[in-house]
């Protein structure tokens, strides 16, 4: 019986191969991503981040719940898809510690229609729900998150409590961390050339007029010292001219 | 000589020129910075704390400078037209002191333009602005003044949003970072005062929150106030030294 052993050894690949089918998890190709376009500001900030939706990855699977799953980056290799929603072990209200991974935003394919209409902006704003954040009777609660990461997310189709589909694990996402505020340097950070110029100048000017008083003022101590011959008598309302030849021939001239 | 009688009626005319130039500066002077003590920018409450006392006091002896040019200007004319030495004299040692305030005035007025970057305005906008529990009334005059700002002006923070994000302040103590990534006054606001669209102004989408700082809009009147001081005192003083040098020359011509 040639075929019998044949029959057996086909058997137990087939075997092999729906067994995983078996657990069910398809591995979707779609990686979750932040948001690049449009350009949003506010894409990461201390406690949020903002993901695109995915759109036209779970077609397949209209009667699955959709889960976002929003995990530390070292958490998740030990993170199991049979994890469920809404559970202290995935509890938003635990994490990080000792809950290492959440799972949140529950949505069906119907929340993300395919294909995406343009001029639409599709995101998911992780941490936006602050209302709920210390209420643990929402453990799915979108709460913000407690520090800067790194975290990394994926999307987890659930049928019932069974996984059938997953998306890739997102690259590390990590958010900003604030300054303090004394780090701000305030003092004189230098001078501009225009103050300077202003400084440098008028210093010089000054100095010039300075030696120009000094040199006036021992020219007229020489001359009053020294009776030269430009001193006469002062007279009292005329204008002098240097040259008093002239005074008579020019009486117009006069201011 | 006739030469040398036009000449000394040149250099009398110059100088007489000269001093109603100056004499007209000094009266602009003091009305420039009369209309700066008087009629201070409505960002003061935002300079307060900084070194605005520095550019009061380069106003207010802007003020008495231009009067004493005024009051010296007619001293000089008289001088010059009666050649009298002592009257020359006095002139030129008093316009000398009043070069030398004129100086430090610019000086002052140039280094706190200088002093007035964006940092100075950030660290005390995050510092002050909405203050949980304001120490006294001039917080709320700071909070007040720069909603205003920040309203008219179409801009958020002093160089953006990102302030808010990158640093913490006394805002983020009392606002939560997921609900108030900036403050509400840097959303696009509808007539009632309320967003336009709040969402999009947290996710920061471009048409739903100002993007632009507002740096611009409040180094613009400072820079302005500062180079009418600064820069046309500076003028005035090239101009002084050259009338000066001019009543100098004459004065060591002057016969006695």
Redo the contacts between chains.
């Keep these: 019986r040639p075929r019998h052993p044949g029959g057996r050894t086909m058997l137990l690949p087939l075997l092999l191969l729906l067994l995983p089918a078996a657990h069910g998890t398809v591995q979707l190709p779609y990686r979750p991503d932040l948001t690049e376009k449009?350009?949003?500001?506010?894409?990461r900030?201390?406690?949020?981040f903002?993901l695109d939706q995915p759109r036209c990855v779970f077609k397949d699977y209209g009667n699955a719940d959709i889960w976002l799953v929003v995990a530390l980056d070292q958490a998740i290799s030990n993170f199991s898809n049979t994890a469920g929603p809404g559970t202290p072990e995935t509890a938003f209200q635990r994490f990080p510690d000792p809950v290492r991974a959440y799972m949140t935003l529950n949505a069906t394919l119907a929340n993300y229609p395919c294909p995406k209409p343009d001029g639409e902006?599709t995101?998911l704003?992780v941490?936006?729900?602050?209302s709920c954040a210390e209420d643990v009777s929402r453990p799915t609660c979108n709460?913000?998150l407690p520090g800067p990461g790194p975290y990394r997310v994926k999307f987890l189709a659930l049928e019932g409590s069974v996984p059938v589909a997953e998306t890739a694990w997102s690259v590390p996402i990590m958010l900003?961390t604030?300054?303090?505020?004394?780090?701000?340097?305030?003092v004189?950070?230098?001078?501009?050339a225009?103050?300077i110029a202003?400084?440098t100048?008028?210093?010089i000017?000054?100095a010039?007029?300075?030696a120009?008083?000094v040199?006036?003022l021992c020219?007229?101590s020489s001359?009053s010292c020294s009776g030269s011959s430009?001193?006469?008598k002062?007279e009292s309302?005329s204008?002098?001219?240097?040259?008093t030849h002239?005074v008579y021939d020019?009486p117009a001239?006069r201011? | 000589?006739?030469k040398?009688?036009d000449c000394?009626?040149i250099l009398?005319g110059l100088l007489v020129f000269g001093n109603v130039v100056i004499g007209m500066c000094g009266i602009a002077l003091t009305a420039e910075c009369i209309y700066f003590v008087s009629n201070p920018h409505d960002l003061s409450p935002l300079l307060k704390t900084t070194e605005d006392s520095d550019f009061n006091a380069a106003a207010w002896i802007g003020i008495f400078v231009g009067l004493a040019l005024f009051a010296l200007s007619i001293l000089g004319i008289i001088g010059v037209?009666?050649?009298s030495?002592t009257l020359l004299?006095v002139y030129?040692?008093l316009m000398?002191i009043t070069?030398?305030f004129e100086?430090a005035s610019?000086?002052t007025a140039?280094?706190h333009?200088?002093?007035l970057?964006p940092?100075?305005f950030?660290?005390q906008m995050?510092?002050r602005y909405q203050k949980s529990e304001p120490a006294n009334n001039s917080d709320n005059e700071f909070t007040k003044t720069w909603d205003e700002l920040m309203l008219q002006n179409h801009c958020c923070g002093v160089l953006g949003?990102?302030d808010w994000?990158?640093?913490?302040?006394a805002f983020?103590l009392t606002h939560?970072?997921?609900?108030y990534?900036w403050p509400r006054t840097c959303c696009v606001l509808d007539a009632q005062g309320l967003p336009v669209n709040l969402?999009?102004c947290?996710?920061?989408?471009?048409g739903y929150?100002n993007?632009n700082g507002c740096y611009d809009a409040i180094s613009g009147p400072v820079n302005t106030h500062a180079w009418g001081v600064?820069?046309f005192g500076?003028a005035i003083?090239?101009w002084t030294?050259c009338v000066?040098?001019g009543t100098?020359f004459y004065?060591?011509?002057?016969?006695?």
């Design positions: 449009p350009k949003l500001e506010g894409l900030t201390a406690s949020t903002v902006i995101v704003r941490g936006s729900e602050t709460g913000p900003r604030a300054k303090s505020p004394s780090s701000i340097p305030t004189g950070s230098g001078h501009s225009g103050m202003i400084t100048i008028l210093s000017l000054f010039v007029l300075l120009g008083l040199a006036m020219f007229w001359d430009t001193f006469s002062p309302v204008v002098r001219r240097y040259n002239h020019q001239a201011l | 000589m006739a040398s009688d000394v009626h009398q037209i009666k050649a030495r004299l030129i040692i000398l070069f030398a100086m610019c000086i140039a280094t333009q200088d002093s970057t940092d100075v950030l660290k995050l510092e949003p990102s994000q990158e640093y913490t302040s983020r939560s970072d997921a609900d990534p969402d999009g947290k996710l920061g989408v471009s929150y993007s600064a820069w500076f003083l090239c030294f000066l040098l100098m004065w060591s011509g002057i016969d006695y």
